[in-house]
């Protein structure tokens, strides 16, 4: 089945910053790639997601890019505020779905 | 639109003892998941189906977790006998056929 590895682990910022996660993947037919935050004891909530026919997808201070032929796609978060501090996981998807380890964002005041 | 809905939303039992989940998608989702999600890791994939067939039950602990969606609608999973290492959150999503999933609050099981 598809792997899917994550990094980094943890990542802090200064309030203002930008951040970045990357992650790859095992499977090159995975054609859809979701991104997910999840803050302390709640569940998972889809922030963003991209489709393999694309390359690079904004929603305000998020983005997504991807990058088929390295089996690679990154989620970056600009201008970071206290509020985007969570763990954020990647997760790709052919038939099945499978997530990544997890990035745990702090974003400092 | 009403999310996922899950029950119990906590569960404590006893190592070798039994529990089920039960599991209610987002009206018109095909596709439903069950994923194990341990404290500081992240969610892993026991079983996803579509409509009432399994697609992947690869990483399904099938010497003691079973589950099953009748009629393509609700979803339970069963653990006999639960192990201390089962201790997780148990999320169920759901999807269209693409896109998602989107997940239910989790059932936080402790085995003792």
């Known amino acids: 089945g598809e792997n899917v590895e994550q990094h980094p682990s943890t990542l802090s910022v200064q309030e203002g910053d930008s951040a970045v996660i990357k992650c790859t993947y095992s499977?090159?037919?995975?054609?859809?790639f979701p991104w997910y935050k999840q803050e302390l004891g709640k569940r998972p909530q889809l922030i963003i997601d991209?489709?393999?026919?694309?390359g690079e997808k904004k929603d305000q201070r998020i983005a997504v890019t991807l990058n088929k032929t390295a089996k690679h796609f990154s989620l970056h978060i600009t201008e970071t505020q206290p509020e985007d501090s969570a763990v954020y996981f990647c997760?790709?998807?052919?038939?099945?779905?499978?997530f990544g380890a997890g990035t745990r964002l702090t974003v400092k005041p | 639109e009403a999310g996922v809905a899950q029950s119990p939303r906590y569960k404590i039992i006893e190592k070798r003892q039994s529990v089920a989940f039960w599991c209610n998608p987002i009206?018109?989702?095909?596709?439903l998941y069950w994923y194990q999600q341990i404290l500081g890791q992240g969610p892993k994939l026991l079983i996803q189906?579509?409509?009432?067939?399994?697609?992947?039950d690869s990483q399904l602990p099938k010497d003691r977790f079973s589950a099953e969606r009748l009629k393509g609608v609700d979803s339970t999973l069963k653990i006999q006998p639960a192990k201390l290492e089962d201790s997780a959150v148990y999320l169920c999503?759901?999807?269209?056929?693409?896109?998602?999933?989107?997940f239910g609050p989790g059932t936080r099981l402790t085995v003792l």
């Open positions: 997760a790709a998807s052919l038939v099945s779905t499978r």
């Open positions: 009206s018109g989702h095909a596709t």
């Open positions: 999503a759901s999807s269209l056929i693409t896109g998602g999933p989107f």
């Open positions: 499977d090159s037919a995975s054609n859809y």
């Open positions: 189906f579509q409509n009432n067939g399994v697609v992947d």
């Open positions: 991209i489709r393999s026919n694309v």
